[in-house]
């Protein structure tokens, strides 16, 4: 398993299809923008929460916009593992089994990447 941090703003296509191809299971930590993850005032999660595309995907499937960012990570064939506040929260992250995302829904996320990380970018790691 390689754990790598991966939400609509940073997906790691090459990182995830590299594993995909090596039989390496993804398991995507901070999948829905790691608010505070690096301290106080980080993260991309509200941004995330707020972005249009995935606003307009989430009304289409009448899902919250982090179900949406949940499912496509599944749809990638990753495993995100989510921090959630509430009980409510924990609840509604796992409920994103009883719809799929569309290609098109797929590739409208898709484009929203910019290789942002919130943590740092492991791969300039020594």
């Known amino acids: 398993v390689d754990q790598i941090e ?3 703003y940073n997906a790691r296509f090459a990182l995830v299809e590299l ?3 090596e039989g390496i299971n993804v398991m995507g930590y901070s999948p829905l923008g790691g608010r505070n993850a690096a301290g106080p005032g ?3 999660t509200d941004e995330l929460l ?3 595309e995935i606003q307009t995907v989430g009304v ?3 899902k919250a916009n982090s179900q949406v960012i949940l499912r ?3 749809q990638r064939g990753i495993t995100p593992i989510p921090k959630a506040s509430s009980f409510k929260r924990l609840t509604e992250n796992l409920d994103v089994f009883d719809f799929e995302l569309t ?3 797929m ?3 898709n484009s929203l990447d910019r290789n942002e990380f919130v943590l740092y970018d492991s791969d300039l790691m020594p």
Do not use: Y
């Open 72 to 74: 496509w990570a599944l």
């Open 60 to 62: 289409a499937h009448g």
């Open 19 to 21: 594993c995909e191809q």
């Open 50 to 52: 707020r972005d249009s």
């Open 6 to 8: 991966v939400h609509p």
């Open 103 to 105: 290609d098109d829904d």
């Open 42 to 44: 980080t993260g991309v």
């Open 107 to 109: 590739k409208r996320i």
